[in-house]
Structure formats: structure tokens, C-alpha cells
């Protein structure tokens, strides 16, 4: 066994998430090498690469938008591989695409409800007024417009609008792209609270900092594979890994 699968297979003794060598693209390209990680329920993972490392599409396959050539894709011990986005939906795990995809011409309250109506019989779908009263920075204004919002609260309502259909799992690509320092604080204090109320995230993120700040184990994504996989302290310890693979120095 090579030592990063070793790593996978100690990582999650009772998976959340157990993504096993998937291998997945578009057409006739490749993408994704045979990857594979996990998420325990309550933990917060990152998966980190640089552009066009396949982070996307690794979050794409978990969902459904993308349907892997092998492996699979389990949630809470049943097998999900290729299953479509809504039937994902129903299954509580909430997936916030890159762009954030608010409807700008609805309020605040109504993009909220929106994401009501994803949810099935078994998502358990969540009350929009008491979603949006975790927000701090949304709950005084439910009338305000998406397009008004700043980037980083449409960050935030992109969040919880996915959290309206019941979420066990968070999915969240890139989240911190493109904001202030000061709105990077606030996006990490959501899903710090989210997390102490018991709920999953894998955090896709090009920020190493941010993935450090919130996540307690590590993927490294680099063409396709995964490279790396260690705790935040191995991971800080590895400076190479970060400079070979991430292109930064922490
Ligand atoms: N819809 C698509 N059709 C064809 N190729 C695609 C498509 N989406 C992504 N790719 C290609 O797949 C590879 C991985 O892309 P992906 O979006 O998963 O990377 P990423 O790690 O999320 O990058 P970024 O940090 O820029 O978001 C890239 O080479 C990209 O050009
Ligand atoms: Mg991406």
C-alpha cells in the first residue's frame, strides 16, 4: 500500500463521506485519477490544489453534476455514485457551487426560500427565518435584494440557502475567492458555527491559511490525484508539500 492510502484508511473509521478512486472528466479528458477521501460526520476537511487541479470536479462528482468512469461514492454507508444533484439534495448533504448563484432580482428571505424547495421527503429541511438568524450579517435586512449584497453576503446567503434543505454535510468550493481579509473572518466564524452545530464541511479552497484556520485534516489535489494527506500540524510542518504542490509558502 502506498503511504497515502494507508492514510485513507486510517483517516475515517465510520465515514460520512467516503469517496473511493474515482476517476472522472469531460468527454473524452480525465481528470481525476482515481481519488479518495473522507469525511467523518461533524468534521471539517479540506481538499486544497491549485486552478485546474480538479477540486471542482471532485465536488461535482460527490454531488452528481459529474458522473465518475470508476470508483464510488458513499453517504452515511450507502452507495451514491452517480446519483442526480436533487437525489443528493434529499440525502443532507448541501453543495455551494463556486459561483455563488444568488438570484439578485429576489430578496434576501425569497433566495432563502428558493433553497426550500430542493429538499424531498427525506431532507429535513430547515425553517428560512431560522437559517437566516445564525447570519449576522443578513438577518436585520430580509428585504435587501441578492444583487445589493456585497460578495462576501452573498457568500453567506449562497450558504444558507443551501442549508434550507437540510444539510448534514457542507460542501463549499472556494468560499473565501475574491473576498476582503475582514469578510475571509466572517465566512470562517459561519462555518465554525455551522460546524459546532454538528454539521460536516469539506472546504475546497485554494487559501491554505483559510483551510488551516478551519479544517482538521488535509487533501492535497494536484492533477487529478491526491498527493498529500495529513493533519493541520503535519501539513504546517510540510513546507515542500505546500511550496511543490500549492505553489505558496505558509
Ligand atoms: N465543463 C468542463 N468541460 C471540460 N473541461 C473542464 C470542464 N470543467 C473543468 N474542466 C477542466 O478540468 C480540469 C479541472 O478543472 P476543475 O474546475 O475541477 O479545477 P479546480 O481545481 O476546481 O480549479 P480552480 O481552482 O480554477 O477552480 C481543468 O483542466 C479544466 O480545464
Ligand atoms: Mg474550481
Not at 25 to 34: R, S
Not at 54 to 80: E, Y
Amino acid at each position: 500500500m502506498s503511504e497515502s492510502s494507508r492514510l485513507d484508511a486510517e483517516a475515517c473509521q465510520n465515514p460520512l463521506l467516503d469517496v473511493s478512486n474515482i476517476v472522472a472528466g469531460y468527454g473524452a479528458t480525465e481528470v481525476l485519477h482515481g481519488v479518495s477521501l473522507c469525511v467523518e460526520a461533524g468534521e471539517v476537511v479540506s481538499l486544497v490544489g491549485r486552478n485546474g487541479a480538479g477540486k471542482t470536479t471532485t465536488l461535482r462528482s460527490i454531488v452528481g453534476n459529474v458522473v465518475p468512469t470508476s470508483g464510488s461514492v458513499a453517504f452515511d454507508g450507502q452507495d451514491v455514485t452517480g446519483l442526480s444533484p436533487e437525489e443528493t439534495v434529499r440525502r443532507n448533504v448541501a453543495f455551494v457551487p463556486e459561483e455563488r448563484r444568488i438570484f439578485p432580482d429576489l430578496t434576501v428571505a425569497e433566495n432563502l426560500k428558493v433553497g426550500q424547495l430542493g429538499g424531498g421527503d427525506t431532507a429535513e429541511s430547515r425553517d428560512p427565518e431560522e437559517v437566516l438568524e445564525e447570519f449576522e450579517n443578513l438577518r436585520d435586512h430580509p428585504d435587501r435584494r441578492g444583487g445589493a449584497l456585497s460578495g462576501g453576503e452573498q457568500q453567506m446567503l449562497a450558504i444558507g440557502r443551501a442549508l434550507v434543505a437540510g444539510a448534514d454535510l457542507l460542501l463549499l468550493d472556494e468560499p473565501t475567492e475574491g473576498l476582503a481579509p475582514f469578510v475571509v473572518r466572517q465566512v470562517e466564524d459561519l462555518v465554525k458555527n455551522l460546524n459546532e452545530e454538528g454539521i460536516a464541511v469539506l472546504l475546497v479552497e485554494q487559501n491554505v491559511e483559510v483551510a488551516l484556520e478551519l479544517a482538521d485534516r488535509h487533501y492535497v489535489l494536484d492533477r487529478g490525484e491526491i498527493v498529500y494527506h495529513g493533519t493541520s500540524d503535519q501539513l504546517r510542518e510540510n513546507e515542500d508539500v505546500v511550496d511543490r504542490h500549492l505553489g505558496v509558502s505558509i
